[in-house]
């Protein structure tokens, strides 16, 4: 069985044609839609179409995602799609088996069943991207939460003052984008021309000007890892996205993770911090597994 795994982003919905063994016979990208639903369903449709044929959509996005009636709840940094039910709408477009969930969740999957978590029975995955996304494996498993809302880091409110969230304005941009603002206000830079690339290759330069975006970024990181940790209680905490690639952002973290333990006068458990094993591919690898623990080498045809 072939499926047609598709991550939807918030700058570009990356896809791959995958065995059901993870192997990835082709790959690609394209631009996220930013002007509506239409227009995101057109743009999978021409993945589906371009695509061999597939037994099925695995799809994983940004938001709060009923898993079970293929519902988006809320649409993450897609906020066209709040209140969607998209795997109905999609499926007139390509009349294939439909599995939705959410990016981080599907993220947190992957490395439970095939990477960095493997063998953990309480786990917690972060993903930087657009936001910072969250997935937490208890018993071995992924946690939902009664509203599949489990693991939305992003709406945590540091302090009573302020409506923002792993300290940063309120917004759908706390992710890697905040790292960018944060360079771009100490250059004097406008913050579209600036990306995470260029951040840390000014980091990894010497600049002081990266370095200081990136202790005040992972201190942020650190703190709130921290209050997870008391809350949740993992063994081990795998950091993914595109900027867990750079060293630098691990240590960093751990460095400031060093600090609030010995401070802390109470001594409490510290969860192994780690990087995701498939980084940029958790997501697209999470969907196919998600989508073969509702529909496992069963033939096509079936429809929803």
């Known amino acids: 069985m072939d499926i047609l795994a598709i991550d939807i982003g918030g700058t570009f919905i990356k896809y791959a044609h995958m065995t059901e063994n993870a192997g990835i016979l082709a790959r690609g990208k394209v631009p996220t839609p ?8 057109e743009a999978i449709g021409k993945i589906y179409d371009s695509m061999p044929a597939a037994d099925g959509l695995a799809i994983c996005m940004p938001g709060i995602i009923d898993s079970e009636n293929g519902y988006c709840v809320t649409g993450g940094a897609l906020r066209y799609n709040d209140d969607f039910y998209l795997r109905h709408v999609l499926y007139e477009r390509c009349p294939v088996r439909i599995v939705i969930e959410n990016d981080a969740k599907c993220a947190a999957v992957a490395e439970a069943k095939m990477g960095s978590l493997k063998g953990v029975r309480e786990g917690l995955v972060l993903i ?16 939902r939460g009664r509203h599949f809302s489990a693991g939305e880091v992003s709406y945590i409110i540091p302090h009573a003052e302020s409506r923002a969230s792993f300290e940063n304005l309120w917004g759908n941009r706390n992710g890697t984008p905040r790292l960018c603002r944060l360079y771009a206000e ?17 980091v990894n330069a010497g600049e002081k000007e990266a370095i200081d975006s990136l202790i005040k970024f992972t201190r942020g990181i650190a703190v709130q890892i921290f209050n997870l940790q008391t809350i949740l209680d ?32 109470y001594q409490i458990p510290r969860a192994e911090i780690v990087t995701c094993k498939f980084q940029n591919d958790a997501n ?14 069963e033939p096509a045809g079936c429809g929803l």
């Open 34 to 41: 930013q002007s509506g639903r239409e227009e995101l369903i």
């Open 128 to 143: 930087f991207g657009t936001m910072i996304g969250g997935g937490i494996i208890h018993n071995h498993e992924l946690l």
């Open 186 to 202: 100490k250059k004097g830079l406008d913050p579209d021309t600036v990306d995470g690339l260029m951040v840390f290759n000014a």
């Open 234 to 265: 993992p063994e081990r905490i795998a950091i993914g996205g595109g900027i867990s690639a750079q060293p630098v952002l691990i240590e960093y973290i751990k460095k400031h993770l060093d600090r609030l333990y010995s401070d802390c006068p």
């Open 284 to 297: 697209l690898i999470g969907a196919l597994q998600c989508f073969l623990s509702v529909y496992p080498s």
